[in-house]
């Protein structure tokens, strides 16, 4: 079982930025996928998340109307394309995956891509 992220880069302030994570090893329709991020020092943070069974999605306050989570489960692959980056959304963003009908929660994560936004 794997998730690899990719797409993170060196971007100025008000571009933009397409994130994807490749699954492996899993049933990847049954499971809600999210992104989060982390800064150095600082506690990891949702970002995003895209329900398995409808696609519904959810939003951090921080992102929302500005970064864009979908999935493709013929690819098995999850993506967040984020615009209108700002400095403050600098971090090593990671991907996650929480198997559908458990509690377990975000049980798979991937090692993170890191996006850095210079101002």
């Known amino acids: 079982v794997q998730l690899v992220e990719s797409g993170g880069g060196l971007v100025q302030a008000g571009g933009s930025l397409r994130l994807s994570c490749a699954a492996s090893?899993?049933?990847?329709?049954?499971?809600?996928m999210a992104w989060f991020r982390q800064t150095p020092g600082k506690e990891r943070e949702f970002v995003a998340r895209?329900?398995?069974?409808?696609?519904?999605?959810d939003y951090a306050d921080s992102v929302k109307g500005r970064f864009t989570i979908s999935r493709d489960n013929a690819e098995n692959t999850v993506y967040l394309q984020m615009n209108s980056l700002n400095p403050e959304d600098t971090a090593v963003y990671y991907c996650?995956?929480?198997?559908?009908?458990?509690?377990?929660?975000?049980?798979?994560w991937g090692q993170g891509t890191q996006a850095t936004v210079s101002s």
């Open positions: 090893g899993l049933t990847f329709s049954r499971y809600t």
């Open positions: 895209i329900f398995w069974l409808d696609g519904t999605t």
């Open positions: 996650a995956a929480a198997p559908s009908g458990t509690s377990q929660g975000y049980n798979i």
